[in-house]
C-alpha cells in the first residue's frame, strides 16, 4: 500500500509559475501527474520513470511544464511555467507498485493522491 500527500496547490496570474510536490510513503515505480477541470475527464499531464531517466508529457503542457523525483526523499514535483488559464484544475499525483510500460492511461496507476486546487487567473 503507498500512501499520497500532495503539497498546496495555489492561485497564480497567467504567466506565472506554480512548484507542486508529492511525498509517497511507500515504494513507486512510474509516477504521474493528472488533473482534472470542472466540467472535463481527468486528463494526462506528465509522468516520470522510476530512476528518473524517461519523462513524458502532454502536448499542452510540453515545453512548460517540467516533472522530476527525489527518489532519497519519495517526492516527485511538477514545476509549471507560463502558466494559463486553461491549466485550472485539480491536480492529482498518482503512482503503482509494480512495473508498466504504460504512461498517459490513468488506469495504468493505482494509487492516488487527495489532489490539489490550482487556479490559473488571466
Known amino acids: 500500500q503507498v500512501h499520497l500527500v500532495e503539497s498546496e496547490g495555489g492561485t497564480v496570474q497567467a504567466g506565472g509559475s506554480l512548484r507542486v510536490s508529492c511525498a509517497a510513503s511507500?515504494?513507486?515505480?512510474?509516477m504521474a501527474w493528472f488533473r482534472q477541470a470542472p466540467g472535463k475527464e481527468r486528463e494526462f499531464v506528465a509522468a516520470?520513470?522510476?530512476?528518473?531517466?524517461?519523462?513524458y508529457y502532454a502536448d499542452s503542457v510540453e515545453g512548460r511544464f517540467t516533472i522530476s523525483r527525489d527518489n532519497a526523499k519519495n517526492t516527485v514535483y511538477l514545476q509549471m511555467n507560463s502558466l494559463r488559464p486553461e491549466d485550472t484544475a485539480v491536480y492529482y499525483c498518482?503512482?503503482?507498485?509494480?512495473?508498466?510500460?504504460?504512461?498517459?492511461?490513468?488506469?495504468?496507476?493505482?494509487?492516488w493522491g487527495q489532489g490539489t486546487q490550482v487556479a490559473v487567473s488571466s
Open positions: 516520470i520513470t522510476w530512476n528518473g531517466g524517461s519523462t
Open positions: 511507500g515504494r513507486t515505480y512510474a
Open positions: 498518482a503512482t503503482r507498485d509494480y512495473y508498466s510500460g504504460t504512461y498517459a492511461k490513468a488506469t495504468s496507476y493505482r494509487y
